[in-house]
C-alpha cells in the first residue's frame, strides 16, 4: 500500500497562472479532503468528498475547485494563482466508518 | 473563527520532562478528539484519540486527560525524548459531520 500519495512535492506559481495538485489514495477510502497548513492557522479544510462524484466545501474554499470522479483521486485545482494562497497543502482519506485521517506527505507551494 | 484552541503555540522541554499540551472547544456536539503528530516535511499522523465518555487514555508515553463539563482536553507526554520533538494538533470531530477541525499546533523541542 502506498497509501496517500501527493504530486507534486514542491510548486512555484506566478499570480494568475493556474495548476491542479494531484491527491490519489489506495485504501479503497470513501472520505477524502483537501487541507491548508499556515503557521499558527493549524489545518484547515478547503474541500472534501464522501465518495466519487459528490463534493462538498469545506472551511476556506475561495479560489479552489476539486472534483471525484474515481474513488482513488481528488485533485485540487487552483484556477487563478494568488500570493495568499502561499502555504502547505494536504490530502487525506479514511473510511466512511472510520475515524482516523490518513494525510498524504504534502504540497509545499508558493505564489510569488 | 476557531472552534478549537489550542495552547502554548511553541513549548521547550528537557529530555524526561513532561510537555503538556492544552485545547479548548465550545461546540458540544464534538463527540471524537485525537492527537496528531507531524514531523518536518511530513504530514501528519495520527497519535492518540479519545472519546467524550472517558476522562483519560493512555497510549505508552502519551496520555490524553478530558475535561467534558470545561470542554478541555489536554495531552500529556511522559519522560519526553529528543525524538518527541515535532508539532502536535489536537483536533475535534463534529457527530453529524465528516471531517475534523483543527487546533493552532504546538510546536514541541525537546532538548537532549
Known amino acids: 500500500n502506498a497509501g496517500v500519495t501527493q504530486t507534486p512535492k514542491f510548486q512555484v506559481l506566478k499570480t494568475g497562472q493556474s495548476m491542479t495538485l494531484q491527491c490519489a489514495q489506495d485504501m479503497n477510502h470513501e472520505y477524502m479532503s483537501w487541507y491548508r497548513q499556515d503557521p499558527g492557522m493549524g489545518l484547515r479544510l478547503i474541500h472534501y468528498?464522501?465518495?466519487?462524484?459528490?463534493?462538498d466545501q469545506g472551511e476556506v474554499p475561495n479560489g479552489y475547485n476539486v472534483s471525484r470522479s474515481t474513488t482513488e483521486d481528488f485533485p485540487l485545482r487552483l484556477l487563478s494563482a494568488a500570493p495568499s494562497q502561499t502555504s502547505v497543502y494536504f490530502c487525506?482519506?479514511?473510511?466512511?466508518?472510520?475515524?482516523?485521517?490518513?494525510f498524504g506527505p504534502g504540497t509545499r507551494l508558493t505564489v510569488t | 473563527q476557531q472552534q478549537v484552541k489550542q495552547s502554548p503555540q511553541s513549548l521547550i522541554v528537557q529530555k524526561g520532562g513532561i510537555p503538556i499540551i492544552n485545547c479548548a472547544y465550545e461546540?458540544?456536539?464534538?463527540?471524537?478528539f485525537p492527537w496528531y503528530q507531524q514531523f518536518p516535511g511530513k504530514g501528519p499522523a495520527l497519535l492518540i484519540a479519545?472519546?467524550?465518555?472517558?476522562s483519560e487514555k493512555k497510549e505508552g508515553r502519551f496520555t490524553i486527560s478530558f475535561n467534558k463539563s470545561a470542554k478541555q482536553f489536554s495531552l500529556h507526554i511522559m519522560d519526553s525524548q529528543p525524538g518527541d520533538s515535532a508539532t502536535y494538533f489536537c483536533a475535534a470531530k463534529n457527530n453529524a459531520g465528516n471531517m475534523l477541525t483543527f487546533g493552532g499546533g504546538t510546536r514541541l523541542m525537546v532538548k537532549p
Open positions: 479519545i472519546r467524550p465518555d472517558v
Open positions: 468528498s464522501v465518495g466519487a462524484g459528490i463534493t
Open positions: 487525506a482519506s479514511r473510511l466512511r466508518q472510520g475515524y482516523e485521517q490518513y
Open positions: 461546540n458540544t456536539a464534538f463527540d471524537y
